[in-house]
């Protein structure tokens, strides 16, 4: 079905492409109406056909290159394939067309929140409308409404220099959405690229004070040219009037040379590059690592580097930067490097210790981390995979889950991303297969033949003691990874295994956040570990331990130090007139204690896979910290906790590390120490001079603005 649907828009792409072909693109042709196309092209992913609308003007001059929009559609219920444009027609196209440009509508995969797939079908259509027309790639704008203007913040910063300006329209991505946001965290990576921005003040459904925290955040960094746009009484619309401010906004802005300035921050080496900076390696995925480059007059190049391993400056086609002369590199203040630029242009600087840089001596090593192979889970379906499920060993139950998981993950990726599977059986797997695709493999090494045979390559193993679940029996651990195929270079294996039939269905489930369908592995982490448990005839899976590898895809050690402060002896209220209880506590054998609520809805087990949105914050902090967390749907507006210590003598030092989200007090003793909220970061101060000897109390206040809602706290006490 999938594939004659596809060959009927083929056909139908086809017949359009030859009616543009016979003389659309004629320069000075004006005997053709303003239209919107549906094309379509071949996705080099998985080999579907995927739909894409296209606005032409009356006159297209091939001649000259035309600037083009790239309008971003919002969440569409029906997550169908040939509506997604009719929503977006609105006054922009006339604006655009009176300026002859073009207007290109990509389908994104459907609601993928223009990630993963969604976002190589951006590039994919870009690239397709670029062969066709001649576009001016120094005026590609990006504009979006709702999940499209979510996809804007994501697009724009993470790839600051795709873009000549960008438009997000009633999409504020700050904070937690579907746990995977908190794109305030990359703003500084906005710092050179134009922003428009749109929000109505009473958004129900994509709240304002998200779009505020990123305003904020973009008057800091002085961005180049910042527009603002808040619409009073404005409910959930993409306010179509403002456009006639929007579009000619739009016409102010070009790429010109690169700018002298680059700031750019990223939790991942997937998204790397801004202008003449490539981030090649972070000091660890997951943690946000930054780099502030400053190209000077004289064949300077000032750096400030921070969480990064490997970078490299493209400056061969810098205006500042004589090639033929010595370049004089200074990174942060401390190691300079007089270099000559190769004949690439490029330097490549590596870490060579505490304070101390050096000219890389080679790529980095196949078998380490490096940009654009370097997980997470989510990163495996972002390129060409194949479904594979276990047809081997003498438990057929496992045989059978293994081969429903497969057909789920089928199914899933043909009615949620609009794809064509590839789906194949453990003994159907070839080394030309494993050559061309990434491989998710259904069943451990007991069932799926391909695991067993690269099983002793593999950081878990079945049926063995699991380095992060000590003194549990191997029957009962479960887990899911992203990791190197040993046999493929370049290619990835996600595993999914547990000897349970019921655990191994579960840990497809496991840590999947709405809205993308299980068991595919759209996940921010490279593995998770869960431990079977049965109440009775139940079989439940508890996690105990997700994060990311370190560059060489070993485990991260455990944070060193003891609980100075654990969870435990925290109490928590949404309402304090009516008194104080326990708060909910983690098991906290994988890093920080985490705290919540309790609510009349979710008094169960902790699932720390609900704090997902705060990883960087795990990364940041040490063992001894509490992370203490307010649930609610709706989250409560304010919420507190507290505790007591009691101290021998009055400590001399009490460093403690602070942040708040969304805002926050921190009181010790009736007092307040700090105030905080997610602009600010982490607050570092000293609590010494607000205790005593005896019995001390802190209490946090933490106000919700927009959803998310918590409160991390990091201390240790000195008494001598």
């Known amino acids: 079905e999938v594939d004659s649907a596809g060959r009927l828009v083929s056909s139908a792409a086809r017949g ?35 739909p894409y609308a296209l606005f032409l003007p009356e006159s297209l001059d091939a ?25 977006s027609y609105g006054p922009e196209k006339d604006l655009v067309g009176d300026r002859g440009w073009l207007m290109v509508y990509p389908f994104g995969r459907g609601n993928q929140d223009w990630r993963d797939a969604g976002e190589v079908d951006v590039r994919e259509v870009i690239a397709e409308v670029s062969r066709r027309f001649p576009v001016d790639a120094s005026r590609i704008y990006l504009v979006g409404f709702s999940m499209g203007g979510r996809g804007v913040w994501h697009l724009g910063m993470r790839y600051p220099s795709d873009w000549a300006a960008i438009v997000p329209i009633a999409g504020g991505s700050a904070g937690s959405v579907w746990g995977v946001w908190n794109e305030e965290r990359l703003v ?20 304002v004070a998200g779009s505020r925290v990123l305003e904020r955040q973009l008057r800091r960094i002085l961005s180049p040219d910042f527009e603002y746009r808040e619409r009073p009484f404005a409910s959930h619309e993409s306010m179509p009037d403002l456009a006639k401010e929007w579009v000619p906004w739009l016409e102010r802005h070009a790429l010109g040379r690169p700018p002298s300035r680059v700031s750019y921050a990223t939790d ?42 490997r970078l490299s400056l493209d400056l061969g086609a810098h ?74 060993g003498a438990d057929a139950a496992l045989v059978a889950a293994s081969y429903s998981m497969a057909q789920d993950a089928a199914k899933a990726w043909r009615e949620w991303w609009w794809g064509v599977p590839r789906v194949v059986r453990d003994a159907d797997v070839t080394p030309e297969l494993m050559g061309s695709h990434n491989l998710l493999l259904f069943g451990g090494e007991f069932v799926n033949g391909v695991v067993a045979q690269l099983a002793a390559q593999m950081p878990f193993r079945d049926g063995r003691p699991c380095p992060l679940a000590p003194g549990v029996d191997p029957r009962d651990v479960a887990h899911k990874f992203i990791y190197p195929n040993p046999e493929a270079p370049g290619r990835y294996v996600v595993v999914m295994a547990a000897q349970d039939p019921v655990a191994l269905q579960a840990i497809g489930q496991l840590g999947q956040k709405d809205p993308y369908p299980a068991p595919l592995g759209t996940l921010d982490v490279d593995y998770i570990v869960a431990v079977r448990r049965c109440i009775g005839s139940t079989v439940t899976l508890a996690p105990v331990a997700e994060g990311w590898f370190d560059n060489h895809w070993r485990f991260q050690p455990a944070a060193p130090g003891h609980m100075e402060s654990t969870g435990r002896s925290w109490l928590a209220s949404v309402s304090p007139q009516t008194g104080w209880e326990s708060a909910m506590v983690a098991d906290a054998s994988f890093g920080p204690t985490l705290v919540m609520t309790r609510t009349a809805t979710d008094n169960e087990a902790w699932r720390p896979f609900e704090l997902r949105s ?36 009055a400590p001399v030092r009490a460093p403690a590390r602070v942040l708040m989200d969304d805002r926050g007090r921190l009181f010790v003793n009736g007092q307040l120490a700090c105030a905080t909220s997610t602009d600010e ?28 809602r918590g409160f991390a706290f990091e201390w240790a006490v000195s008494e001598h």
């Open 319 to 392: 205006p500042a930067i004589r090639a033929a002369q010595p370049v004089t590199v200074s990174v942060n203040r401390s190691s300079v490097l007089r270099v000559t630029l190769p004949p690439s242009g490029t330097l490549d600087l590596s870490s060579a210790g505490p304070g101390a840089w050096a000219l890389a001596d080679g790529p980095v090593p196949a078998e380490e981390k490096r940009a654009g192979f370097c997980g997470p889970m989510r990163d495996a379906l972002a390129r060409p995979f194949a479904i594979v499920y276990g047809t081997q």
């Open 63 to 87: 001649t000259r290159p035309i600037p083009l929009v790239v309008n971003l559609h919002g969440w569409d219920s029906g997550n169908g394939p040939f509506a997604f444009p009719s929503g």
């Open 268 to 309: 991942s080496a997937r998204f790397g590059r801004a202008f003449f900076v490539r981030v090649v390696q972070l000091e660890r995925e997951g943690r946000t690592g930054s780099v502030a480059a400053h190209v000077a007059e004289g064949n300077v190049v000032d750096l400030l580097v921070d969480g990064v391993n």
């Open 614 to 649: 705060y990883h960087d914050v795990l990364h940041r902090f040490g063992a001894n910290t509490a992370v203490l967390w307010a649930p609610g749907d709706p989250p409560p507006e304010v919420c507190w906790f507290r505790r007591t210590l009691t101290l021998a003598q």
């Open 188 to 207: 500084t990576n906005l710092s050179q690229t134009p922003v428009f921005a749109v929000h109505g003040t009473r958004d129900e459904i994509v709240p």
């Open 681 to 708: 970061g982490i607050i570092e101060l000293d609590l010494a001079p607000w205790l005593r000897a005896g019995e001390n109390v802190l209490a946090a206040e933490v106000a919700n603005l927009y959803g998310a």
């Open 16 to 50: 359009v492409r030859d009616v543009l072909d016979r003389g659309a693109i004629d320069a000075g042709a004006r005997n053709r109406r303003r239209e919107t196309v549906l094309l379509a092209y071949r996705s080099s992913l998985d080999g579907s056909i995927q």
